[in-house]
């Protein structure tokens, strides 16, 4: 379905990628410290607890920052944007923004974003994220 | 460790530099290792220590005919020699070896015998960042900048006089691969790579090597160089994933390895005579100044601007053209520390006047491993 270079599941991020496929994206939190993190591990990554847990995240996001890389990548054409976001919970992400020139005038740091979530294989949902539109702003939810 | 107890006896660069495509890899390490052996007076039976990346010391060892009582093979990245430096001078005053070999040979252009570049679809960057379209540095080095220009009102143009003042150096560096002037106005009309990175802004991509051999303070006068001793190191890691870096405006990695550096050697910022910051983008430098503490957060394009790291400069930086012009294997941080030796040494084809402390400072990964080493041309 796509050229683009396919995560190979592991034990530890199961839940994350089960959670992209059916529309939600899932975050950990420890028990202990409260500490909301992001790749996912088994353990909390500031206080080693591991009474750590799976929930679902608002998908709600800012622009933290980005390039738009220019150059022919398998997968992409480009000019495309390589971006990291700041998740509403506080970890930070590596995706694409979609939906969006892809241009240094329309991708505005700070923008407001939400989550949308990209089927590339059988097994493999990513998530990509767009600007916040007025009629999301209340529901908000990554679907 | 004592400041200055363990000296650098010997340096050298591969005999050719740039476009090297009649040389493997493991060759390439060969050659600038015994170039240094020369430079030094001794011959591979003299080493009893090893250390290099790209290649593993067993690759090394065997080709050059060493038996080695200790190797080290940290593969961090660029600033990979910086740590073997560090690791060589506790090696050394622990008595597990008397004479350190430090080899780097990358066939980054020709790419004869090089190991093919991956990332593995199960590691975390590879589940995590791979299926975002990221291809090479130039797509994950430069992700943090956006966020740094902004917070300090940094422009692109201040971006750009990096590139433009380093090729003043290279200008004065024989070996350098690119010494015609530029402008900020050339910076900035080059080909886009990755905005807002344009070509002049990235670095280059060469074959070439370079080898260090050190050993204890005593040994060290009785050879036919110099000594270059050693006042102290630092080294940390952060993150494999340049998405994790805690602060986009700041290396954590440069901060602890750069503390510890000048704290163990004893020195304060105004001791300084030549830094080196490893310079595979045009904002390193700039990350390097402020988290190694020359200049207060948010004003290292401002001191760029001012012409301070430029010749006739207060704090000559990258005086050999950088990564951005001398040029770029891959793991640059062994030629860093090569010109910190000949600057040391007075042997440079820049040569800063008298340089007695000299400031090393590597970068391996994205942001992700750093290796800082303060030189001297004296004991303390």
């Known amino acids: 379905m796509s050229e683009r270079p396919l995560p190979a599941i592991t034990p530890e991020t199961r839940h994350f990628w089960d959670g992209t496929q059916t529309g939600e994206l899932r975050l950990q939190k420890c028990a202990a410290c409260n500490h909301v993190y992001f790749p996912p591990r088994p353990f909390c990554p500031k206080c080693a607890s591991q009474d750590v847990r799976v929930f679902r995240a608002s998908g709600r996001a800012t622009l933290h920052s980005y390039v738009i890389h220019h150059r022919p990548v398998p997968g992409f054409v480009p000019p495309y944007s390589i971006a990291v976001v700041e998740l509403e919970e506080g970890p930070r992400m590596m995706t694409n923004i979609v939906e969006i020139e892809q241009t240094p005038e329309a991708l505005q740091l700070d923008m407001q974003l939400e989550v949308v979530f990209q089927r590339i294989s059988e097994e493999i949902s990513l998530p990509l994220f767009r600007p916040l539109g007025p009629s999301s702003t209340s529901s908000g939810r990554g679907k | ?380």
């Not at chain 2, 150096?169 to 690119?178: D, I, K, L």
């Not at chain 2, 830094?275 to 001191?303: C, K, N, S, T």
């Not at chain 2, 400072?361 to 080493?373: E, Q």
């Open chain 2, 1 to 380: 460790m004592k400041p200055g107890s363990i000296a650098i006896v010997g340096a050298a660069e591969t005999t050719g530099l740039g476009v090297i495509p009649d040389m493997s890899q493991i060759q390439l390490h060969a050659d600038c290792a015994l170039n240094a052996l020369r430079d030094a007076g001794l011959k591979p039976s003299d080493i009893d220590g090893l250390a290099c990346a790209g290649e593993i010391p067993t690759n090394v060892a065997h080709y050059l005919g060493i038996v080695p009582t200790w190797v080290d093979g940290t593969a961090v990245g660029g600033c990979s020699f910086m740590l073997h430096a560090r690791h060589a001078v506790a090696a050394i005053s622990a008595g597990l070896c008397k004479t350190v070999l430090i080899t780097h040979g990358e066939s980054g252009r020709s790419r004869i015998g090089a190991q093919p570049r991956s990332i593995l679809p199960a590691s975390l960057q590879g589940q995590f960042e791979a299926p975002f379209g990221i291809y090479g540095p130039p797509t994950m080095f430069t992700i943090p900048v956006l966020r740094y220009l902004k917070t300090y009102g940094v422009t692109q143009e201040q971006l750009a006089m990096v590139a433009v003042v380093q090729r003043e150096w290279a200008a004065r560096n024989p070996r350098a691969m690119m010494k015609d002037p530029i402008t900020v106005a050339d910076v900035l009309n080059s080909k886009m790579i990755a905005y807002p990175f344009r070509l002049l802004m990235c670095c280059l991509v060469t074959d070439g090597g370079g080898a260090l051999i050190l050993t204890s303070a005593e040994r060290a006068k009785d050879f036919p160089q110099k000594p270059v001793y050693i006042l102290g190191t630092g080294e940390s890691v952060e993150t494999p994933m340049i998405s994790q870096m805690a602060d986009f405006t700041s290396s954590r990695a440069f901060r602890v390895a750069g503390k510890t550096a000048f704290d163990s050697a004893g020195i304060r910022h105004s001791d300084v005579d030549h830094l080196m910051i490893y310079d595979a983008f045009a904002h390193l430098p700039l990350y390097g100044l402020e988290d190694l503490g020359f200049v207060g957060r948010g004003e290292a394009a401002a001191f760029f601007g001012a012409r301070h790291t430029a010749p006739g400069g207060k704090l000559p930086l990258n005086t050999n053209g950088g990564g951005l012009s001398y040029t770029h294997t891959g793991m640059y941080g062994m030629f860093a520390l090569q010109e910190s030796v000949r600057q040391v040494r007075g042997t440079a084809s820049a040569q800063v006047k008298d340089v007695q402390v000299a400031v090393c400072h590597g970068v391996g990964g994205m942001f992700a491993a750093s290796g800082t080493v303060v030189m001297a041309d004296r004991q303390p």
